[in-house]
């Protein structure tokens, strides 16, 4: 039985006797990377489609992009990656991107400005949930042909108008930025899906990995590219595990049956932090903590119960028990460390003025329902809301269910509230803005999209027109006080409440050097770990 198989078996064999701390320690080989984290998330691996945490984990491992971040130096912004330099024509809508040689896709097929033409247009074309991303330049299924095109080695992108020059790039360091095989991905073209069938649970990248499997719900596990440009990875494997349960993590971690846990609350943070052999690492993530309503329902439409709300969270209560050292409180939809990001925190848990309010929109008692992911801090943070809804009359009937069931009905609108996560997709203003507080078309007829405000049926109340002006502000300072300006407007209109910030703690083995898990702007990198 080879390592890996060991390995496997040790790690099936302890969760069947519950993991044991009295049974014998596993050891990952050295030449593998195992995590534990919960995974439930992943609904493809095919970059135009993906939009959900741990799959931006996988993708930004597998594909290259035009520009990128080096997880050694995240501080220094995007670097060339696929591209190895770009000019920008005079009125500033066009960008040629000149394609660095001798790059091979994992299939051994060489990378072409061909394929990055057919993977941003792909993008546009499928137009699925994260498209916007790139559609809000201007690109359209039917200007595609003119607007993105390769030529040579170069691929010109012409936008709709000027855009600050670092914007349109931060965006392409995006999911949806990924490069994929053209060859490959056309040949397993099915009905003229473009490969979004095959891409769903296989790669044709040219990143430091390769996807061996997907097992939704248990494991991803991806192989390393030898012939990746920036150098061959120290892991030759890296394997994913979805472990639900923060003990059981610790437990895994501590026995050895894996190397990185990341998600343990703080009481398995605080017992892990007195094992030998292991570290705890705390990052300032982009992640926010936030609750919405739903416009669409007749109560949580009023302005005086959108405001009561965020009178009923105990933001203090939460921050210092179960979420302590994990979550910090933070009241708007930039993070901490984004251009135009503001510490103002207006709201603190206070019934009364919660009751005053609700009073004076007429209401009386009511029921709603609240949709939650399956996972620990979150069912926990739904049911102290429940708690303190219910001082006010509120019955808040919580429904837990995958991350798929309840973000497919929360982008279907159907639910009466919402409680989860938004992580940004790139590191720019606008991309928090522009979809906390960014509707253009808020009838039922503009179809699911990756809109929050959308999804809550909010049109925005003005803060729409205000996001469109602030994304072409050229002047770094006046854009800065333009979402000071908007984020002060948002804490008082919208049907959102930002309650948190993420500190992501990771449990990893001392042994395992250089795990980066992208800060507040990209995703994690495995490449450059080493044991």
Same mark, same amino acid.
């Given at each position: ?52 945490? *741990? ?10 992009? =035009? ?17 190895? +330099?770009?000019?920008? !024509? ?17 299939? /051994? ?5 061909? #394929? ?14 994260? +498209? ?33 020059? !670092? ?39 040219? /990143? ?23 150098? *061959?990875? @120290? ?98 939809? =930039? ?18 003025? *919660? ?16 949709? &939650? ?10 049911? +102290? ?29 159907? =639910? ?11 590191? #720019? ?33 003005? =803060?729409? #027109?205000?996001?469109?002006? @602030? ?13 000071? *300006?908007?984020? +002060? ?22 042994? &395992?050097?250089?795990?980066?898990? /992208? ?13």
């Amino acid at each position: 039985m080879n390592s890996f198989n060991r390995l496997l078996s040790s790690v099936a064999l302890g969760l069947a006797v519950g993991l044991s701390p009295m049974s014998a320690a596993a050891e990952t080989p050295s030449n593998m990377l195992v995590i534990a984290n919960r995974i439930d998330d992943i609904t493809t691996i095919d970059p135009a489609q993906s939009f959900e945490f *741990a799959g931006s984990d996988v993708l930004r491992n597998i594909y290259g992009k =035009l520009v990128n971040f080096d997880p050694l130096n995240l501080d220094a912004g995007y670097q060339p990656d696929l591209a190895e +330099s770009w000019t920008v !024509s005079e009125d500033g809508r066009t960008i040629t991107f000149t394609i660095r040689e001798g790059i091979k896709f994992h299939s /051994g097929n060489p990378v072409r400005a061909e #394929d990055v033409e057919f993977s941003l247009r792909r993008v546009v074309t499928l137009n699925k949930t994260p +498209s916007f991303i790139l559609t809000q330049f201007g690109f359209t299924a039917d200007n595609a042909g003119e607007t993105i095109v390769a030529e040579g080695n170069t691929l010109r992108i012409t936008t709709d108008k000027r855009y600050a020059t !670092s914007f349109v790039l931060n965006c392409l360091t995006a999911t949806i930025g990924s490069i994929v095989d053209k060859e490959v991905v056309m040949a397993n073209e099915v009905d003229g899906d473009l490969g979004n069938s095959w891409l769903a649970t296989n790669s044709a990248g040219s /990143g430091p990995y390769k996807l061996q499997s997907w097992k939704p719900n248990e494991s991803v596990t991806l192989t390393s590219n030898p012939d990746f440009h920036g150098g *061959a990875p @120290a892991m030759e494997r890296v394997i994913v595990r979805h472990v639900q349960e923060s003990a059981t993590q610790r437990l895994m971690l501590e026995r050895g049956d894996i190397d990185v846990a990341r998600n343990l609350n703080p009481e398995d943070i605080a017992g892990a932090r007195e094992a030998d052999g292991l570290v705890i690492d705390d990052e300032l993530r982009g992640r926010l903590m936030y609750i919405a309503v739903n416009q669409k329902h007749e109560i949580l439409s009023k302005p005086e119960v959108r405001e009561a709300i965020k009178y009923l969270v105990d933001y203090e209560g939460m921050q210092n028990s179960f979420l302590n050292g994990q979550y910090t409180i933070h009241q708007n939809f =930039l993070p901490r460390t984004y251009l135009g990001a503001v510490d103002d925190n207006p709201f603190s848990l206070n019934i009364e003025k *919660a009751k005053e309010l609700l009073a004076s929109a007429g209401v009386g008692p009511f029921e709603i329902e609240v949709g &939650v992911r399956e996972a620990q801090e979150r069912i926990e943070i739904a049911q +102290s809301l429940q708690n303190t809804f219910a001082q006010a009359d509120i019955t808040l009937n919580i429904t837990v269910g995958t991350a798929k069931a309840i973000l497919g009905r929360y982008r279907a609108r159907e =639910l009466d509230m919402y409680m989860g996560a938004w992580g940004p997709d790139y590191p #720019d203003p606008h991309t928090n803005a522009g979809t906390f507080a960014y509707n253009p078309d808020n009838s039922d007829e503009a179809g699911a999209t990756g809109l929050l405000a959308y999804r809550n049926a909010w049109d925005t109340a003005g =803060l729409t #027109d205000k996001v469109a002006d @602030a994304v072409v502000e050229g002047d770094r300072e006046a854009r800065a006080a333009m979402y000071v *300006a908007i984020q +002060s407007e948002f804490r008082d209109k919208a049907p959102f409440a930002v309650m948190f910030q993420k500190i992501e703690q990771t449990g990893r083995s001392e042994a &395992v050097k250089n795990l980066n898990l /992208g800060g507040a702007i990209t995703a994690v990198s495995y490449w450059p770990v080493t044991k």
